[in-house]
Structure formats: structure tokens, C-alpha cells
């Protein structure tokens, strides 16, 4: 069965976080870093600040969405200075 995961990165240019889900957080980070994500390209490098595993797809994705809300912001904000 695929696991799904929830992480969180954050940009060395400017301290930007990025909320996302994937299969392999190992892959997606390089894809990150390679400037293969719109979103996130013009702010490289990232490096991974938070990883939490889910049961499946469905369940990464509330995950996900609870992390960029406010108080998801204000969680993974606690975890690094």
C-alpha cells in the first residue's frame, strides 16, 4: 500500500513556508529545489522542516489543508526559529 505524507518546507531565500503532500518527500523536495514547482521555484533552496506520515491519500490531504490554515501556520512557526 502507498503511504502518503504531509511536510513542510522552507525557503533559505526568505524564510517562506510551503505546505504540500506527496509520496516520497526525498523525490518531491528535489523536484522543489530543481524549480520543477511553480509555486516554489523562484524561492530555492528549500529544505524539509516537518514530515508526518498518513494512513492514505484522502488523509493527507485534510492533513494538509489543517497545516495552511492559521493554526497549522502557527504549529510548523513553533518548529523552527
Do not use: Q
Not at 20 to 38: F, P, S, Y
Not at 40 to 47: E, I, M, Q, R, S
Request: glycine fraction near 8%; hydrophobic fraction near 35%; proline fraction near 2%.
Amino acid at each position: 500500500m502507498l503511504m502518503y505524507f504531509v511536510y513542510a518546507i522552507k525557503s533559505e531565500k526568505d524564510g517562506r513556508v510551503y505546505v504540500g503532500m506527496c509520496a516520497d518527500t526525498e523525490v518531491r523536495l528535489k523536484e522543489h529545489n530543481a524549480g520543477k514547482t511553480k509555486s516554489t521555484k523562484g524561492f530555492k533552496p528549500w529544505k524539509l522542516i516537518y514530515k508526518e506520515e498518513a494512513e492514505n491519500r484522502v488523509e493527507a490531504r485534510k492533513r494538509e489543508i489543517y497545516l495552511k490554515s492559521g493554526i497549522g501556520k502557527e504549529f510548523l512557526k513553533s518548529l523552527v526559529p
